[in-house]
């Protein structure tokens, strides 16, 4: 199977999971004022799809001699789709693991910083186009 089409079906199935996971976690009996104010959901999937990117990177580099396309289909494509930020957090930590601490540190505080700075600022732009 050509990786492109398995990452595209895997990023299917990835958001597939992300919206039954967010809905599941939102009907959880969260304090109100909490669950109204925090995306739990979001952070329910940021957490889980950063211990699967941990745990299926630990299998498939370390243990499993799999083929590149199951690993583009279950990292790239399934986590892909389920979230991002499992990504953002196994580049960090191997940036860390080389011993890379100056890339790790631009990685870890440029991102968010720069994403919310993004996102501001494509708020600002559509705001001032409405």
Do not use: K
């Not at 895997?10 to 109100?32: C, D, K, Q, S």
């Not at 329910?44 to 799999?66: E, K, M």
């Not at 690993?71 to 196994?90: D, E, H, I, K, P």
């Amino acid at each position: 199977m050509n990786a492109g089409i398995a990452v595209a079906g895997g990023g299917a199935l990835g958001a597939w999971l992300r919206f039954l996971v967010t809905g599941w976690v939102h009907r959880l009996p969260w304090p109100e004022a909490f669950a109204d104010r925090f995306p739990v959901g979001t952070f329910v999937v940021n957490l889980t799809g950063c211990l699967i990117v941990g745990l299926l990177a630990g299998l498939f580099y370390d243990r499993l001699a799999s083929t590149s396309t199951l690993r583009a289909f279950l990292m790239m494509g399934v986590l892909g789709g389920y979230t991002t930020f499992s990504s953002f957090a196994l580049e960090s930590v191997r940036l860390l693991q080389a011993g890379d601490w100056s890339l790790a540190t631009l990685n870890v505080v440029g991102s968010p910083a720069l994403g919310l700075l993004g996102a501001w600022v494509g708020l600002q732009l559509a705001q001032g186009a409405a």
